[in-house]
């Protein structure tokens, strides 16, 4: 099992950026290392459906949606088990509660976060507001 808190919300106004942070902490008893776990962020609108981000495996290979493809940076520290999110060029669009998640790598694949059915397999944080003012 994995408990993941994201922090590092926050308002801002278009043109600006934030970053977000995804710390994990891993059951020490159970079966799976923090580096087996590939990480994801989500992100959902009011009355829209939850649309993934981007995701990042224990070796830092990701991939973006198309929406903020050349605009956010995912990374990834191992020894602190911690996933970064780097937000710039926000615009309002961007506005939403921003959450991360977490699925077994073997289980998934990376990129799994396209696929709307493996949602429901993944560990998931509390979120963190992001608001982008015009």
């Known amino acids: 099992a994995v408990d993941l808190v994201e922090s590092g919300g926050g308002a801002v106004q278009s043109g600006g950026s934030l970053t977000l942070s995804c710390a994990a902490a891993?059951?020490?008893?159970?079966?799976?290392?923090?580096?087996?776990?590939?990480i994801a962020w989500f992100r959902q609108a009011p009355g829209t459906e939850r649309e993934g981000v981007a995701d990042?495996?224990?070796?830092?290979?990701?991939t973006y949606s198309d929406a903020v493809k050349d605009r956010f940076t995912i990374s990834r520290d191992n020894r602190q088990s911690t996933v970064t999110l780097v937000m710039n060029n926000l615009k309002p669009e961007d506005t939403a509660m921003y959450y991360c998640?977490?699925?077994?790598?073997?289980?998934?694949?990376?990129?799994?976060?396209?696929?709307?059915?493996?949602?429901?397999?993944?560990?998931w944080g509390r979120g963190t507001q992001v608001t982008v003012s015009p």
């Open positions: 998640a977490a699925v077994v790598r073997g289980r998934y694949n990376l990129g799994w976060w396209q696929a709307r059915g493996n949602l429901d397999g993944a560990s």
């Open positions: 891993v059951d020490p008893w159970g079966s799976f290392p923090y580096e087996s776990f590939i």
């Open positions: 990042i495996d224990a070796e830092n290979r990701a």
